[in-house]
């Protein structure tokens, strides 16, 4: 009551109207008072910010857009293009290999069908991510018979020409793994974190075996066994295509992850719930379809989401048993004499794929956590 | 008797029963010798009950005495292991059918209300109908609509529960177990959780229901909603029914210590 002229303003009881808030408390100039200089520690922490960036962005910004060159045909005429060599990127050469980067090494001929799967796998993600889409319940059909369309266009056969999976690379591959990865993890995942809190001990010790095993065998390790050892238990003469073979294990290490963050996430759940769904007659797989996995999934979600940015970005452990996503095809680009010695531009493409990628899950999760807020 | 018999609400604020209160002859719920223990604790000893249809039966008693447990063993929430139960002709035991088909026939309404926050106040009345029942969606949502109207919130339907005061919510769930039809209801504390003034739209919510001639058992202290409606008070101690009574003679001639001091302390709270 100090500010202004409402001082000296009285009301009689019960008759205080509601008062627009002091000036100084909103608007930009207030937000950056109260945010970037409200005390002498905040003051040189935003003084600090400010060197950085201008120490760190000009340069940046001159190496990556101003003095980059786009055309060239080798290096050596791209650093002979620039006023001081290697004084600036050379995205040339990212261009030349672009097409290795998205497509590895499918058939020139038969690209239209990754293309197409491309188009498919945008189409099939809308409906999932968005539930306000009209026509979504179609959606959904066609999102869930995705994997096997696309797989179908992929491999080929069928009428179409077949295509080994060890000719599949870059991009393709890693969103084949990422995409199989996330989507058969978090309902296995789901299923072994009922299954470790089941009130059958066998179901519920196979359960946490099956999960501790693979949380404690490193992903490099299960994709060796995948690479090498799986051939082993099955019959002799199988050919079990080592893309499948990734698949499978890939899929296993993210679905023990989920599992114990789903876990974590149904024990927030209140013991009134599973029992007030209980009470109304509910089957279990009723009640945890309808009442306790919505709620426990919602809590998840951070949890979820960072398991599937771990999985995606492991996705680059395949080069070690010789599959070549994008860090593979830009580490084999480097061998190449023509353009060899553009490490920094090969990796910054990289690095960006995956950022972008993996910024957008993690954008989506902090979205989808706003939107299935409900209570107070 | 003193105007106000417990720290709640008096006995004459309570909207009192316009209706006559009639008792069928069937039984309802049958408890014969049940025992129950909780790992080595014997928390039920010897409970012989038997409920007709109709009837409204108050337990009360001091804190752990096993009231929850008694009226949870009715819907299998908790399992007895010795005796019998026979709840609306269907005896309970590890028949999961049974189980099932029992809580369809019984309502349940919690202390802490645990009605579904991920859900509108319209869904989770209309959840069981379309799940347990089979109903269609629109006539599900027509019954919701009707016993939220007789809760007296039909304008919160599209709300969810965390939106909403606890005395609402607990109506909510009234509601919510009213949906599914059932012939008999229990109460488990239904008020205690509540500020003091949302006591009394939650009972006079509950005398309606008493009213339209609903089983009810009801676990409470409001001796107040005791007095106006139920047939029967029971007092529980270290898991024993000790005494049993009609409201008036209850109240003013307990017959055993332990009653005597119950009473006292409530009565001087
Ligand atoms: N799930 C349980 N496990 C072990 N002991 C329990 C459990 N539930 C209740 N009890 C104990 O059983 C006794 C009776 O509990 P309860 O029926 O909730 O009493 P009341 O409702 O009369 O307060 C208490 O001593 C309580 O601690
Ligand atoms: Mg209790």
Redesign the interface.
Known sequence: MSEGNTAAQSYAPGTHPDLPAPIRTTGPVAWVRMNLFSSPLNVALTLVAIGLLWWVMPPLFEWIVLDSVWTAESRKECWDKMEVPEGGACWAFIKDRLRLFVYGFYPQASRWRVNLSFVLLAMAVVPVLYDKMPGRKFGLWYAVAFPFIAGWLLVGGLGLTPVDTDQFGGILLTLIIGVTGISFSLPIGILLALGRRSKMPVMRILCVMFIEFIRGVPLIALLFIASSMLNFFLPPGTVFDLLIRVLIMVTLFAAAYIAEVVRGGLQGI?I??F?????????YV?AQM??IL??AL?ISIPGIVNTFIGLYKDTTLVLIIGMLDPLGIGRASLADAVWAGLSREVYLFVALFFFVCCFSMSRYSLYLERK?H??? | MPASMSDGISEDEIRQPTKELTVGEDVAIEMVAVHKWFGEFHVLKDINLTVNTGERIVICGPSGSGKSTLIRCI?R?EEHQKGKIVVDGIELTNDLKNV??V??E???V?Q?F?????LTVLENCS??PI??RRMRKTEAEEIAMKYLERVKIPEQAAK????LSGGQQQRVAIA??LC?NPRIMLFDEPTSALDPEMIKEVLDVMVELAESGMTMLVVTHEMGFATAVANRVIFMDFGEIIEQNEPHAFFNNPQHDRTKLFLSQILHH
């Open positions: 209140p009134g719930q029992e007030a769904a209980d009470s109304l007659g509910l089957t009723k309808l009442i919505p709620q919602k299935l409900t209570g107070h | 819907n929430l099932e088909l809580r369809s019984v309502g349940i919690f802490s645990n009605l579904f926050p991920h959840l069981a799940w347990v969810y529960p965390g939106q919510r177990s599914m």
